[in-house]
């Protein structure tokens, strides 16, 4: 049984920072691409950023690139979004999310996905 689990959320000042770690078990993380996606309230989900299963190549969503970096820890079987320069904007629930099929290259689409954590809530004041 595949589980993400994400948790780092919380409420920050603009311009502050969050890592948001995603422990993945239940599957041979080191062969699988990764993502995270944001809802915000009222708004569909939207990609935020993906790192393909070797982590040799990485995207973002325009709007946080230079500011929110993906990364993974084979080792640890974690994900992380580290999220600098934070912006009220940036409030949503984050999900991080994982392929059903090995080896695959980063991938931008929700449909993309197969498993899914239950998200973590993170609040940007002004």
């Known amino acids: 049984q595949v589980q993400l689990v994400e948790s780092g959320g919380g409420l920050v000042q603009a311009g502050g920072s969050l890592r948001l770690p995603c422990a993945a078990s239940?599957?041979?993380?080191?062969?699988?691409?990764m993502g995270w996606f944001r809802q915000a309230p009222g708004e569909e989900r939207e990609f935020v950023a993906s790192?393909?299963?070797?982590?040799?190549?990485?995207v973002y969503q325009d709007s946080v690139k230079g500011r929110f970096t993906i990364s993974r820890d084979n080792a640890k079987n974690t994900a992380y979004l580290q999220m600098n320069s934070l912006k009220p904007e940036d409030t949503a629930v984050y999900y991080c999310?994982?392929?059903?099929?090995?080896?695959?290259?980063?991938?931008?689409?929700?449909?993309?996905?197969?498993?899914w954590g239950q998200g973590t809530q993170v609040t940007v004041s002004s």
């Open positions: 790192i393909s299963w070797n982590g040799g190549s990485t």
């Open positions: 999310a994982a392929p059903g099929s090995r080896y695959t290259d980063t991938r931008t689409r929700p449909a993309s996905y197969t498993y």
């Open positions: 239940g599957l041979a993380f080191s062969y699988y691409a």
